[in-house]
């Protein structure tokens, strides 16, 4: 069975860091790219970041604050988030990625249950 858990969210102060960490199991970790994705209250969806195959990709409003990273070792990819904002509240998850575009939600099979991010002063 496919099992994606993600973790690490947390309330935190603006300016402050996260990390999240997303462990998989179930199928071979190593050969799937990965995606985080969060969803802010009343929003859908939004794609964050992917990793795979050596290539990593952002979100433009993450560039420069957010790194993906994984550990293939432990099947696990992480989502290192720093100087956040409040509009950086979310719920984020990770999810197995099967081909096609990143940002379309039908490239995924599996998603992971999500943890709370809530960035307020």
């Known amino acids: 069975e496919v099992q994606l858990r993600a973790s690490g969210g947390g309330l935190v102060q603006p300016g402050d860091s996260l990390r999240l960490s997303c462990v998989a199991s179930?199928?071979?970790?190593?050969?799937?790219?990965m995606s985080w994705f969060r969803q802010a209250p009343g929003k859908g969806p939004e794609w964050v970041s992917a990793s795979g195959g050596g290539r990593i990709y952002y979100e433009d409003s993450v560039k420069g604050r957010f790194t993906i990273s994984r550990d293939n070792a432990k099947n696990t990819v992480y989502l290192q988030m720093d100087s956040l904002k409040p509009e950086d509240t979310a719920v984020y998850s990770c999810?197995?990625?099967?081909?096609?575009?990143?940002?379309?939600?039908?490239?995924?099979?599996?998603w992971g249950q999500g943890t709370q991010v809530t960035v307020s002063s």
């Open positions: 179930g199928f071979r970790f190593g050969s799937y790219d």
């Open positions: 999810a197995r990625f099967t081909g096609g575009r990143y940002k379309d939600l039908r490239s995924y099979d599996a």
